[in-house]
């Protein structure tokens, strides 16, 4: 199904998008939960299918291998990091050492993002709307999204952070994080970057209940 075909609901669309580390999948379950909507992390789509790569020995260096197997890959994200894939619930999985580093592989697979584009948009408008967090949410996703978030937060701090859920040095997931950077802001398919119309927020040295309200205000003024 082409990409054109599939209607969506954008009033009711809060889209977070950010580098790794800068708080999305942390705070987005929790705005949801505010503003009683649907949460889906987008992140763990593409981590799912590095995930099953690895495990089908499906040919990395192959693009067209890697985006056949997007098409046929039957995943649910489930909510709060777990992901059902092949009768497994996958959660510390999709965070391994070897899935971080071929997830950008993945992520800059054109066919893949527009098998997961679609997928997203199905979830969007069978709810009605949700909550998204990704790196192209709010640019390439839901463009007309009633509200766009992009959360910033300097390279240390993101790495400390990742550190809390990996047994990895932070020199060495902050260097990742660094590469990740580069590779998602140069793909040619659809890049990480801030929608002219986002609002930029700072997650640096704020609690996460800060970062949440601000989020929360800003929905709550849009509605009115």
Known sequence: MS???VK?????????????GSGKSTVSPLVAEKVGLEHLDTGLMYRVIAYGCLDQQIETNDPAA??????????????NGVVE???QSLTSELRTPEVSKLVSVVAANEDVRNEMVRRQRIWVQSRGGGVLDGRDIGTAVFPDAKLKIFLIADLDERAKRRSQDSAESVEAIAADIARRDKVDSERESMPLRKAPDAIEID??????????????EKWSKLNV
């Open 8 to 20: 969506t609901v954008t009033s009711n669309v809060i889209a977070i998008d950010g580098p790794a």
């Open 3 to 5: 990409l054109a075909r």
């Open 85 to 87: 894939y092949e009768g």
């Open 66 to 79: 890697i985006g056949r197997f997007a098409d046929e890959i039957e995943f649910e994200a489930m909510g």
């Open 203 to 216: 997650t640096t040295g704020l609690a996460i209940d800060e970062v949440v309200a601000e989020i929360v």
